[in-house]
């Protein structure tokens, strides 16, 4: 009986594909790289955390910086109320001392006239 | 039949691949080292076989190795990790044939290996390789399960991510390509040294 020609080419196909070895060393050299990629991550969260460090610091710093500025403000507005209130009751005083004044002006020649 | 990655890991598969996990999980680099050492040969047959180079089979098994250790703890149990390893070097293979301009391979003596059976063919076996660098990456992954790490199409299509239908298709055109390239190639092998022949005894 003569062997099936598509067996054949299937068991050629399985012997040109049988699995090889990597070369000498293969796994010293994946555990050489596995302990420089773990230095290389130890190094990259060390870094991480300065940069997130420097990032919560400037954060931080514009924060106090912009409350610092809404402080600043807020005196401002106060200072200029109570500069606008001093003027308005500077206001109401000298009015009131001007109609004094007024008032005195005219009662001497009223007391003259009668 | 015999698995294609060796009676000799199936049996380190099911009797120590759980314990050696474990020890390897709780950061045993000697474990570790000996997960590396059963499964290399079958992480580097697939990129050698997909890629066509040694040198890029060898970087793609160490990225692999190297994907396994930080994902340790994502492996359930020994029997997922030869086909977690599979899964992971066909796609990374796949990846980088896609990102390559070109798919097609140039086989050299390094990509070969000693066949041991006595009516082996070595030109055929190795026109057989370099013709597999025609096919596309997927393609040539389902060849690669299927006749190197004999793998049936469902394990194939789980591997690969696709269905086993596709993984049929794939099988039955890629083989009728193959055989039909194959057997061009022989024609065209034996009638070239004809030719020569017949142009020497050609009168001048």
């Given at each position: 009986?003569?062997?099936?020609?598509?067996?054949?080419?299937?068991?050629?196909?399985?012997?040109?594909?049988?699995?090889?070895?990597?070369?000498?060393?293969?796994?010293?050299?994946?555990?050489?790289?596995?302990?420089?990629?773990a230095?290389?991550?130890?190094?990259?969260?060390?870094?991480?955390?300065?940069?997130?460090?420097?990032?919560?610091?400037?954060?931080?710093?514009?924060?106090?910086?912009?409350?610092?500025?809404?402080?600043?403000?807020?005196?401002?507005?106060?200072?200029?109320?109570?500069?606008?209130?001093?003027?308005?009751?500077?206001?109401?005083?000298?009015?009131?001392?001007?109609?004094?004044?007024?008032?005195?002006?005219?009662?001497?020649?009223?007391?003259?006239?009668? | 039949?015999?698995?294609?990655?060796?009676?000799?890991?199936?049996?380190?598969?099911?009797r120590?691949?759980?314990?050696?996990?474990?020890?390897?999980?709780?950061?045993?680099?000697?474990?570790?080292?000996?997960?590396?050492?059963?499964?290399?040969?079958?992480?580097?047959?697939?990129?050698?076989?997909?890629?066509?180079?040694?040198?890029?089979?060898?970087?793609?098994?160490?990225?692999?190795?190297?994907?396994?250790?930080?994902?340790l703890?994502?492996?359930?149990?020994?029997a997922?990790?030869?086909?977690?390893?599979?899964?992971?070097?066909?796609?990374?293979?796949?990846?980088?044939?896609?990102?390559e301009?070109?798919?097609?391979?140039?086989?050299?003596?390094?990509?070969?290996?000693?066949?041991?059976?006595?009516?082996?063919?070595?030109?055929?076996?190795?026109?057989?390789?370099?013709?597999?660098?025609?096919?596309?990456?997927?393609a040539r992954?389902?060849?690669?399960?299927?006749?190197?790490?004999?793998?049936?199409?469902?394990?194939?299509?789980?591997?690969?991510?696709?269905?086993?239908?596709?993984?049929?298709s794939?099988?039955?055109?890629?083989?009728?390509?193959?055989?039909?390239?194959?057997?061009?190639?022989?024609?065209?092998?034996?009638?070239?040294?004809?030719?020569?022949?017949?142009?020497?005894?050609?009168?001048?």
């Open positions: 009986m003569n062997p099936d020609p598509q067996d054949n080419f299937e068991n050629r196909l399985r012997a040109a594909l049988q699995p090889v070895e990597p070369s000498e060393g293969f796994a010293d050299r994946v555990m050489t790289r596995i302990a420089a990629d230095v290389k991550r130890a190094r990259m969260g060390a870094s991480r955390w300065f940069v997130m460090a420097l990032a919560a610091s400037l954060v931080a710093a514009i924060v106090v910086g912009e409350q610092w500025q809404r402080r600043q403000e807020q005196a401002g507005i106060e200072a200029r109320r109570q500069l606008l209130e001093a003027l308005r009751v500077t206001r109401e005083k000298l009015d009131l001392a001007y109609q004094v004044v007024n008032s005195e002006a005219r009662s001497p020649s009223r007391d003259a006239g009668s | 039949m015999a698995r294609a990655d060796g009676h000799g890991v199936t049996e380190w598969e099911t120590q691949a759980d314990e050696v996990l474990v020890r390897a999980r709780g950061g045993d680099t000697a474990a570790f080292a000996e997960l590396v050492r059963a499964q290399q040969r079958m992480v580097f047959s697939l990129g050698v076989r997909m890629l066509a180079d040694r040198q890029k089979a060898e970087d793609l098994a160490q990225d692999v190795f190297l994907q396994l250790h930080r994902k703890s994502s492996i359930q149990s020994g997922h990790l030869a086909p977690w390893l599979r899964q992971v070097t066909a796609r990374k293979a796949i990846d980088r044939l896609r990102r301009p070109k798919h097609e391979v140039e086989l050299t003596a390094a990509e070969g290996c000693a066949v041991e059976e006595q009516d082996a063919d070595p030109l055929l076996e190795q026109q057989l390789r370099g013709l597999l660098g025609e096919l596309s990456p997927h992954a389902v060849i690669v399960l299927r006749f190197q790490d004999d793998l049936d199409p469902v394990d194939i299509a789980r591997a690969l991510d696709m269905s086993v239908n596709t993984v049929k794939h099988l039955q055109r890629s083989l009728t390509f193959l055989r039909e390239r194959a057997t061009r190639k022989n024609l065209q092998a034996s009638i070239r040294p004809l030719r020569a022949v017949n142009a020497t005894r050609e009168p001048t």
